[in-house]
Structure formats: C-alpha cells, structure tokens
C-alpha cells in the first residue's frame, strides 16, 4: 500500500516535468544562463557572451528602432511606430510631472530610460524560447539600487541633513517620532530590495507557471485545458509585462519626490 | 535520515509560504476593490488616482512577493 502511493506521487512529478512524453524540462529551466557559442555546460565568466547579453543587447537594439529609426522620418500625421514612440514619451513626462513635480522633470531622462528598458525586456522576454533578462534578480538588483543610490545622494545634496527629515515624521505626536522614526528607517532600506525583488519575482513566476501548463499538455487528457490556460495567462502576462515597468518607473518618481521634498 | 527530514522541512516549508500569496491577494483585492467603490461614486475624481492605485497595489504585492523570496530561499540557498 505505501509503495503504491510512493509509485503515484513520484509519476505525478515526472509528468509535471514532462517525464511520461518526450516534452522533458523543468520549469526553471529556461531562466539558466548558457554561453552562446559553445557547448552549454561551459563555464561562464565576466566576458562570456551569454543569452542574457544577447537579449540585454536586442531590448536596447528594440528601443532604438523604436525611438530613433520610427521618428526618423517623422510626419505631421504620425505612422504607427512614430505614435507608439510619441505616446510612450508624453506617458512618462505626464507620470514624471504629476508625481515629481515642475522640478522632477531635469531627472526625465533617467526615468523614460529605465521604463524603455524595462518595458522592451520585459515584452521580448514573452518571444516564445526568448530569454527574460528582468527575471534574473541580478539584472533588476542593479536597476534597484542604482535608483536607490541616486536618490539617496540626491537628496542630501539637495537638502544637505535636511533629508533626515523624511525620517522625522513632523505632523506626529512627538512621544511616537522616535518608534515612527525607526519604521520609516526600515522601509526606506527595504525599498530597493522589494523594488527590484517585485520586478524579477513577477516576471519568473509568470513564465514558470506557463511552463508548468506546458508540461500538462503533454499529458493527452488535460492538454486542451492546458494549452486554453497557456493562452489565457499569456494574455495576462502582456498585462503584467506592462504594468511591472510602470509600476517601477512609477515607484523610482515616488522616491525622487521623496528626495526632492523630503519634509512630511 | 537526518538529511531527509531536513529536505522535508524544507520543502513542508517551502509549501506554506503560498500562504503569503493568499495574503498577498487579500491585499490586493482590498486596494483595487476600494478604488473601484470610489471610483463609482466619484468618476471625475478617479483617473486623477490611478497612479495611486497602482503604488498602492505594488507595496501590496511587494509583501506576497517575499514570501515567494522566502520559498526561492528555502529551495535553493538553505
């Protein structure tokens, strides 16, 4: 009897990775970093031309054809390509100014390119046998704190300790400053942590949970349902792709206005 | 045996941190479900907190997305 049930957990592993059919792979395989050239066990070093180089290359290749090539021949009345880059720019500048304010707008450049970035992986990470550059902590990690260090030294140089007031809660009772004080310490240290950790946990777990739908329908008899369940949380994941850039694009404006107006 | 039990824990554990998504999704549905209140009694007012919304929903996942940080932790660090 308990080998029995041993033998039914373990076939219903193997066919979650695809063991029964000839569809063998984990769902977190496509998230391994191999060498281009070369064999894919090859050890990678600093300078290896991986995937991630190659994709990390076409999403900026993405954003220049986008920007630069559409506008190129701009016209009066805009070709498809020229509205896209059009309406992306008005979208950020209208974000940057409505969070930040008139004088948010000098760091515009910064935040439209981390957006372009972010939103160009993010879409051609969905290319079916791409590779999703912004679901490797590595790469959002730097696009965290990077803006984390920015701001940081930002708003000392244009507060001067005047900055420490975003810790000093004003509008507080005084006996509960000192405890809020402590909180608000926290959660500005946590901030380039969940910052860059939402980006790249958002994009793994939605491309793992289509590739364990994948591995379903091999299986003859759920693989209607599964390939129905693959089309639909693509769609949600064209969504998802979107509004995680928006959604870090919109959180790197908050804390340049916490830089810019530190005072609660 | 000892290395098994430990693997055990670690995949028992690994388990439950999907509780963090249904807190997550508590969270989540709180955030939306109360714009979507106001946003009906006041339509003017709504596309003006859109932006709002979204920060709102962000530091909302942020904290379900911890504890996949955590499952990830237990699978392949510990």
């Known amino acids: 009897m308990a080998d029995e049930t041993q033998v039914v957990v373990a076939t219903g592993a193997d066919v979650a990775h695809g063991a029964e059919s000839g569809l063998v792979f984990h769902p977190m395989d496509q998230f391994l970093v191999k060498p281009i050239f070369g064999q894919a066990g090859d050890p990678v070093f600093w300078y290896t031309p991986t995937n991630v180089t190659l994709w990390l290359g076409l999403s900026v290749l993405a954003i220049f054809a986008l920007m630069v090539l559409t506008t190129s021949r701009r016209s009066v009345i805009p070709s498809r390509g020229q509205s896209v880059a059009e309406l992306s720019y008005g979208f950020i500048y209208k974000m940057v100014e409505d969070i930040t304010g008139k004088e948010g707008l000098k760091y515009f450049p910064y935040i439209m390119t981390l957006f372009m970035f972010i939103v160009s992986a993010n879409f051609l990470g969905l290319l079916p046998t791409a590779f999703t550059t912004t679901s490797h902590i590595a790469v959002t990690a730097v696009l965290g704190f990077a803006v984390f260090f920015a701001v940081t030294i930002l708003g000392f140089v244009l507060n001067g300790f005047g900055f420490l007031g975003l810790f000093w809660v004003s509008s507080a009772p005084l006996a509960l400053r000192p405890i809020l004080a402590v909180i608000e310490l926290i959660s500005y240290f946590v901030r380039p942590v969940s910052h860059s950790i939402r980006l790249a946990g958002n994009m793994m777990a939605g491309h793992a949970v289509i590739k364990v739908f994948a591995a379903f329908a091999a299986v003859t008899a759920v693989a209607p349902v599964s390939v129905a369940a693959i089309a639909a949380i693509y769609g949600l994941e064209v969504l998802v792709c979107f509004i995680q850039a928006y959604v870090f694009t919109i959180l790197t404006c908050v804390y340049l206005k916490d830089a810019l107006h530190p005072a609660h | ?78």
């Open chain 2, 1 to 78: 045996m000892e290395g098994e039990l430990a693997q055990m824990g670690q995949f028992i554990g690994a388990g439950l941190t999907a509780f963090g998504m249904g807190g997550a999704a508590i969270g989540v549905g709180n955030v939306a479900g109360n714009y979507l209140a106001g946003a009906l009694r006041n339509p003017s007012a709504a596309a003006g907190q859109t932006a709002t919304l979204f920060i709102g929903i962000a530091f909302a996942e942020a904290l379900g997305i911890f504890s996949f940080l955590v499952a990830l932790l237990l699978m392949f660090a510990v």
